[in-house]
């Protein structure tokens, strides 16, 4: 760190001067400007980046020596999540017909990204979405309704051994996912760009903390699916089925106050939450106990259902100690 002294001039503005290392890296000439940004913990950050467009990013990546597609898809969503504006693909050769594949299916999944430029051995891929019209508070909440949805579906395609509404609750997991990307990606951009921090309106520590809700209603929506993949063949017995109905009903009360508590700031009613999982908990061991008394089959997918709404449950306390981290 640098040490400058502040000097007066004018007999009322205080000056100090820029480190002319920092000044020449930048480009900065006599009489440009810079911009001033007032940072929560008050110091002050400078920047010459003053015209409000975000800082351009650019990932190459060189297909030669790749042969997987599914490791190229997860490159490409690395990248995406680490807020690179531009992907490059390039290749020495004709791009190979997998590369294409994993590059469609990116674009199809990762929110805004879009192929801008395509040769025999070059694919561009350019992020054309606005950050400013996606706020963290609208995915969270458009996440939760979606994952809150899938929990329910699944234990109702269990109810009315509804496969085909089971499978939708599985394809369902990849909007989840596609949210959930963009959550990361925003976060990272946030971190990496304190102008973009300020026209979002949010600070640093809150997208740290809404990357974290993110990826725990992530992880619920990963045990609705587990919960829509283990529909017994023969069905479930009335009296269990009303076991599993109470404790998912519980379950998702708690995801609704969890998320509740964290929107109205409330630290109270996330402890609240947190009480309830206990409770949860002794329906989910009732279920178990029960599931033992049927066929090793039945039991083994009854077993694996209430663990999964256990789970949903835990993750809501999770979720509640976040709040009240952030909060406190």
Not at 19 to 34: A, L, M, Q, T
Not at 37 to 59: A, H, M, N, R
Not at 156 to 183: F, G, M, S
């Amino acid at each position: 760190m640098e040490i400058r002294k502040v000097q007066m001039t004018g007999g009322s503005s205080y000056i100090i001067s820029l480190p002319k290392e920092w000044v020449k890296k930048v480009g900065i000439n006599k009489n440009d400007s810079v911009g001033v940004i007032t940072q929560p913990d008050g110091t002050l950050l400078i920047t010459p980046k003053i015209s409000g467009k975000g800082i351009e990013k650019v990932k190459e990546i060189d297909t030669d020596g790749l042969s997987d597609s599914y490791f190229l898809f997860r490159l490409l969503v690395g990248a995406y999540i680490s807020g690179y504006t531009t992907i490059r693909l390039k290749s020495k050769e004709k791009i190979p017909f997998f590369v294409r594949s994993a590059v469609r299916k990116f674009t199809r999944m990762a929110i805004g990204q879009e192929v801008v430029e395509e040769s025999d051995n070059l694919i561009v891929v350019k992020d054309l979405l606005n950050p400013l019209e996606m706020p963290f508070e609208t995915t969270i909440k458009r996440m939760h309704v979606i994952v809150k949805g899938m929990h329910s579906d699944a234990v109702r395609a269990l109810t009315d051994n509804d496969y085909n509404l089971a499978k939708d609750v599985t394809k369902r997991d990849e909007d989840v996912d596609r949210l959930h990307w963009l959550v990361m990606r925003q976060q990272n951009m946030v971190l990496s760009d304190s102008l973009l921090a300020k026209r979002m309106g949010i600070s640093a520590n809150m997208a740290v903390t809404y990357a974290m809700i993110s990826k725990v209603i992530e992880r619920i929506g990963d045990h609705a699916v587990r919960i829509a993949k283990n529909i017994p063949e023969k069905g479930v017995k009335v009296d269990i089925l009303s076991f599993i109905n109470s404790a998912s009903e519980l379950a998702l009360n708690i995801f609704d106050k969890s998320i509740s508590a964290f929107f109205s700031r409330d630290i109270k009613s996330a402890d609240d939450s947190i009480q309830y999982v206990v409770k949860l908990e002794e329906k989910c061991e009732e279920i178990n106990k029960k599931a033992l008394k049927e066929n090793s089959e039945i039991s083994l997918h009854i077993g694996y259902i209430a663990d999964s709404i256990r789970r949903t449950g835990e993750y809501c306390a999770d979720l509640s100690e976040y709040v009240i981290n952030f909060l406190i």
